[in-house]
């Protein structure tokens, strides 16, 4: 029961593990198997993959299965946003694999045997899951024995088997995967020809003289381009200048922030809940009942607290009380709740045993590693091979010094209220801690306050009244230029904010919190249209589409200045041209024509086809592959590169001989080998033209 209780808390999702789908994959087969045809509306459509159309019932159903799975094993109420966009994005990943790599895989007849499947679970090459689930806690061993014992019982509990079979289907999923990818790595070859080419190239170095003149030195006035140049540049490079569908907006932000009456009345509660707190027997407890935030049980030393808050705590009795004291929007009290002379700060370490099993099991384990500990077992060997926090389990779980307050607090209060050397056992939402406290500062004075707080917030009645004025903003300024002109007065309150380039599946706007409602709109409107009034976190915001691009080329005025650029560029690099071919005229070295031009030689040394940067010049690809095929002593024709144009003279070439064709080989090979699994999958991703709407939905 220990190992499927195993399998049930791990079978949540950890959204970078396949295993965190294995049940959910087993239960779901069917659905990912079985074409709708009920919601194939275009509407209703959230993605299609290989021609083949994923209903968003289809894929909403995959992601609530994940959701409740994960929140059954973690045993959370509800999903983080930021989490819910990692299971979202799995569920997506099944249905791509699912019509692309494993429809491939069938194809090409790749299978995983009985023979195998048995190795895989119980011999002597466990796969990666069956060694995570069955090693044993006390020796960190793979445990064979136990998947015997596991398998002999399943029958009994139906519950297990159907988890086993969710296993098994994984395991071979991931085998027929690393099979098919190591047939395409295996597959490539590197000959024996092109090894030699290769290792020539980058054998071969020169070292050159050169001169260049960059295309600055020449205005953009004094070269004319006409609108037939440009038309005919961006007709034959249009793919060059394909874009992906993004949208602007202008948008107009409307703070939810308290009024007057809100602070007003806040200062009237702050001062009638004083006098009582003054004489609250209890300080602590009447904290805890009249604050909405929670009272900390923290002790502060004086230079933690502000100034006038460590002054008071450290000079008044348990009598005094400090405030009303307003700051960031929070009316506070203050009174003393108890003092205590304490470590200014411990070193400690621990161990973290994880809840992988039950908690019962997991105190268990926890029980058996202190007691190896307490009888001189070696702490930093235990915490590597059994602390969950690996973060400090490299350092032998050495946490180092810290403060009181650093951790969280059944941590912080048995390492601050322990004795040094003393070995404790503490339990916390992160599993039970085996601690180990290694020394402890000086004892210095220390106050737990206790304070009331009454925050400073917009009242329904505010909150309303900003709606309505964004409200009335939508209804007077709906038309564009009615927007711009209002946008754009300087005595307007609210002052205008532009974000560009949005594109369909981006979830941020500076400024606005989880925006996605308004890039979904901007993606639904046309130019112009003016949005309803959306609710950001504390800000009512309203929307002005003021561009619209969509996939594919550019539209030609849209990209008439870059090709400007560009044609002119073009032009400023044959004119160049020209000037260096009639000063290397009549001329046998670099330095007579760098004479003539008034240009500074430049050198360059041991430059391979494979180098990067030429010296002097920077990134200059066109100039390093003409330097490697030019002859010794010959003065090249000018190259027109990035930045400007050269002409060289290749004063020597020599080879490096600790170059080996055989060698590179082999390199080439183990390089190919292992960019080719990734390539391919995505080339099959690619032939399968995936159409990703999830951003209509999300």
């Not at 593990?17 to 709708?36: E, K, P, Q, R, Y």
């Not at 202008?250 to 809100?262: A, C, G, N, Q, R």
């Not at 350092?395 to 059944?410: A, I, N, T």
């Not at 002097?616 to 010959?634: C, M, R």
Request: aromatic content about 8%; some cysteine.
């Amino acid at each position: 029961m220990a190992t499927l209780q195993k399998l049930r808390n791990k079978g949540g999702v950890l959204i970078a593990t396949v295993i965190g789908l294995s049940l959910v994959a087993f239960i779901l087969s069917d659905m990912l198997n079985s074409g709708s045809t009920l919601f194939s509306q275009s509407k209703n459509i959230v993605g299609e993959i290989a021609g083949e159309s994923i209903p968003y019932p289809e894929y909403l159903a995959v992601v609530s299965k994940i959701e409740e799975n994960q929140k059954a094993n973690n045993k959370q109420a509800s999903i983080p946003e930021a989490q819910m966009e990692q299971i979202r994005e799995y569920a997506w990943r099944t249905f791509v694999d699912k019509n692309t790599i494993e429809k491939e895989i069938d194809k090409v007849g790749v299978s995983v045997s009985t023979d195998e499947l048995f190795d895989l679970v119980q011999g002597n090459n466990p796969a990666p899951l069956i060694r995570e689930y069955f090693t044993n806690p006390q020796t960190g061993q793979f445990d064979r024995n136990a998947v015997i014992n596991f398998l002999k019982n399943i029958d009994n509990n139906p519950e297990a088997r159907q988890s086993w079979l969710s296993l098994e289907q994984e395991i071979v999923k991931g085998k027929l995967r690393e099979k098919y990818e190591t047939l395409i790595g295996k597959g490539l070859y590197i000959t024996k020809f092109q090894a030699k080419e290769a290792t020539d190239a980058m054998a071969t170095k020169v070292s050159f003289s050169y001169i260049g003149k960059a295309f600055n030195s020449i205005t953009d006035t004094s070269v004319t381009v006409t609108d037939k140049e440009l038309k005919n540049y961006y007709n034959d490079h249009e793919k060059n200048f394909d874009q992906v569908a993004s949208r602007d907006i202008d948008y107009m932000v409307f703070p939810i922030l308290p009024s007057k009456e809100d602070f007003t009345k806040a200062e009237d509660l702050i001062n009638k809940l004083a006098p009582e707190f003054k004489v609250a027997e209890d300080a602590k407890q009447y904290a805890q009942l009249n604050s909405k935030k929670n009272v900390e049980s923290t002790f502060f030393k004086k230079a933690e607290l502000t100034e006038a808050v460590g002054n008071f705590a450290f000079s008044a009795t348990k009598a005094d009380m400090l405030g009303p004291i307003f700051e960031n929007n929070v009316y506070k009290l203050y009174r003393i709740s108890n003092t205590k002379m304490s470590p200014d700060s411990v070193k400690a370490r621990h161990i973290l045993i994880a809840p992988k099993q039950t908690l019962e099991a997991t105190k268990a384990l926890a029980d058996s590693v202190a007691n190896l500990v307490r009888k001189g077992g070696n702490f930093a060997e235990l915490a590597k091979q059994f602390s969950g926090d690996q973060g400090s389990a490299q350092q032998g779980g050495d946490l180092g010094w810290f403060r009181e307050g650093m951790m969280v607090q059944p941590f912080n209060d048995a390492c601050f209220n322990g004795s040094k050397n003393e070995i404790v056992t503490v339990e916390t939402q992160f599993g039970v801690h085996i601690i180990q406290i290694l020394d402890k500062g000086a004892d210095v004075k220390k106050v737990q306050l206790a304070t009331v707080e009454v925050d400073v917030v917009p009242s329904n009645q505010t909150y309303q009244s900003i709606y309505t004025d964004a409200s009335k903003f939508v209804a007077e300024y709906n038309t564009f230029d009615k927007f711009e002109k209002a946008s754009n007065d300087a005595k307007n309150s609210q002052k205008k904010r532009i974000a560009n380039n949005l594109k369909e599946g981006d979830k941020t706007i500076a400024g606005l919190e989880r925006p996605r409602e308004i890039v979904r709109w901007a993606f639904g409107a046309e130019k112009g249209d003016i949005s309803t009034v959306f609710e950001l976190g504390d800000q009512f915001v309203i929307a002005a589409l003021t561009g619209v691009r969509e996939d594919g080329p550019a539209p030609f005025e849209t990209v008439k200045n870059d090709i400007e650029f560009i044609v002119k560029k073009e032009k400023k690099g044959e004119i160049l041209a020209k000037q260096m071919t009639d000063a290397a005229n009549g001329a046998n070295s670099i330095e007579t024509i760098a004479s003539k031009m008034g240009l500074s030689q430049m050198e360059a040394d041991n430059i391979s086809f494979s180098s990067y940067v030429v010296p002097g010049a920077g990134i200059e690809p066109q100039l390093i592959a003409a330097s490697s095929v030019t002859p010794k002593d010959a003065i090249s024709k000018p190259v027109i590169g990035t930045n400007a144009v050269y002409l060289f003279q290749v004063k020597t070439v020599a080879k490096d001989s600790s170059l080996n064709a055989i060698d590179n080989q082999k390199r080439l090979m183990d390089m190919y080998g292992n960019f080719a699994p990734r390539a391919a999958v995505q080339a099959l991703e690619d032939a399968a033209k995936i159409k990703d709407n999830r951003s209509k939905f999300f």
